[in-house]
Each structure stands twice: as structure tokens, then as C-alpha cells.
T-cell receptor, first 111, second 116 residues
Framework: SQQGEEDPQALSIQEGENATMNCSYK?????LQWYRQNSGRGLVHLIL?????REKHSGRLRVTLDTSKKSSSLLITASRAADTASYFC???????????FGKGTLLTVNP | DAGVIQSPRHEVTEMGQEVTLRCKPI?????LFWYRQTMMRGLELLIY????????DSGMPEDRFSAKMPNASFSTLKIQPSEPRDSAVYFC??????????????FGPGTRLLVL
């Protein structure tokens, strides 16, 4: 099956709450990236974590990587209505150019 | 920088017609990707160019699809003849590939194609 499977498929929360999305992958990676896609738009890069890193922060985003479990999580703290979007993880493996995307988590933040 | 530019943004055509999608990558980027996104299959890589040369076209569905990159600032994806199952959003993305490999990809706004 496909690398970069996100979980859950959909998540609905209230503004101010934290949102956690998970991603699993199947083979060894060089890095793992998270992208956001607003409805009707292209994907926007959020954060990249390398295979030798375990945690990374960027503003309200926190990404963790567990290579032993082949999984990653994206935490958005203090969510806002503007965070409503689909979130995709993408793994970069041996070829170093190819990103394999999951099907995404649809996050809805209710005001 | 204007970002990755794609045209047209929307295309409605009839089965059997030729469709040409266009992409202008970010200046200075040496890698270009064409993706297709559908609800059923998610985001699929169709073809990857590095320094204007096609490196991996294993994702191109069949001979009806072709892609070119005549220079560093322009690429086309052509479908001839088009079929209803080609209906999807087609994205172009560009990046800079260094010794470390290709990292962040910058996506265009996409072309929403509907084949009737």
C-alpha cells in the first residue's frame, strides 16, 4: 500500500484546541515533510524533519519523527479557524527527489 | 517571486480533444514535477524533470500523456486524446535539487480539468 498514510482522515475541533495528526510510512526515509492544502489551492510546505531528527518546531507547529515505528505526528497548538485545511505528510526516500504523499487529514477548526 | 504559475486554471473539454497544461517554475529551480490529484487516488507523481531532462516518467498513465520541458522556465503536459477518467486537478511543482537531494517543493495553484 501507499507510503505516508495519515490518520485520522478527518478531524473537527474548536478554535483554541490542539490538533494532532499522524502519519505512517513503510520504507526508510531521508526526510519527512508536512504540507497544507486549502480548498481549491495548491499545497504549501509547512515543515521538514530529517531522519536523524526526533522533534522540530515552527511557530505553532510541532513535528515528531519516530523512525523505529516509521511514524510522524504533526501538532498544531491553539488552532484557529484559518487552520482549516487538508494536511499531507510526504516521505522522501532513497531516490532523494521523489515525495510520496498520503491521502491527507481534513482538519476543520470551528470558530 | 511570483511562485509557480500554471495555466489554464480551469479547463472543460470534450472526450477526444487534446488538452495542454502549462507551467512556469520558480526562477532558479532546477527540478520540476507534474502531479495529478483525485479523490480516489490522492496525489500521484506523473513525471519529474531535472535540469530540463525527464528523469522519471513511470507515473505517466499511458501513451496519451506526454510532457516536455524545452527550457528551464517552461513545461507542458499534454493529453491526447483526453478521456473522462482524466478529470482531475493537475499540479506543477518546482524545487532546487542540491547534493543533499530535493527538499521543499513549491506547488502551483493547479489546473482543474473536466473531460466530458
Amino acid at each position: 500500500s501507499q507510503q505516508g498514510e495519515e490518520d485520522p482522515q478527518a478531524l473537527s475541533i474548536q478554535e483554541g484546541e490542539n490538533a494532532t495528526m499522524n502519519c505512517s510510512y513503510k520504507t526508510s526515509i531521508n526526510n519527512l515533510q508536512w504540507y497544507r492544502q486549502n480548498s481549491g489551492r495548491g499545497l504549501v510546505h509547512l515543515i521538514l524533519i530529517r531522519s536523524n531528527e526526533r522533534e522540530k518546531h515552527s511557530g505553532r507547529l510541532r513535528v515528531t519523527l519516530d523512525t523505529s515505528k516509521k511514524s510522524s505526528s504533526l501538532l498544531i497548538t491553539a488552532s484557529r479557524a484559518a487552520d482549516t485545511a487538508s494536511y499531507f505528510c510526504a516521505s522522501s526516500g532513497g531516490s532523494n527527489y521523489k515525495l510520496t504523499f498520503g491521502k491527507g487529514t481534513l482538519l476543520t477548526v470551528n470558530p | 517571486d511570483a511562485g509557480v504559475i500554471q495555466s489554464p486554471r480551469h479547463e472543460v473539454t470534450e472526450m477526444g480533444q487534446e488538452v495542454t497544461l502549462r507551467c512556469k517554475p520558480i526562477s532558479g529551480h532546477n527540478s520540476l514535477f507534474w502531479y495529478r490529484q483525485t479523490m480516489m487516488r490522492g496525489l500521484e507523481l506523473l513525471i519529474y524533470f531535472n535540469n530540463n531532462v525527464p528523469i522519471d516518467d513511470s507515473g505517466m498513465p499511458e501513451d496519451r500523456f506526454s510532457a516536455k520541458m524545452p527550457n528551464a522556465s517552461f513545461s507542458t503536459l499534454k493529453i491526447q486524446p483526453s478521456e473522462p477518467r482524466d478529470s482531475a486537478v493537475y499540479f506543477c511543482a518546482s524545487s532546487f535539487r542540491s547534493q543533499r537531494g530535493t527538499e521543499t517543493q513549491y506547488f502551483g495553484p493547479g489546473t482543474r480539468l473536466l473531460v466530458l
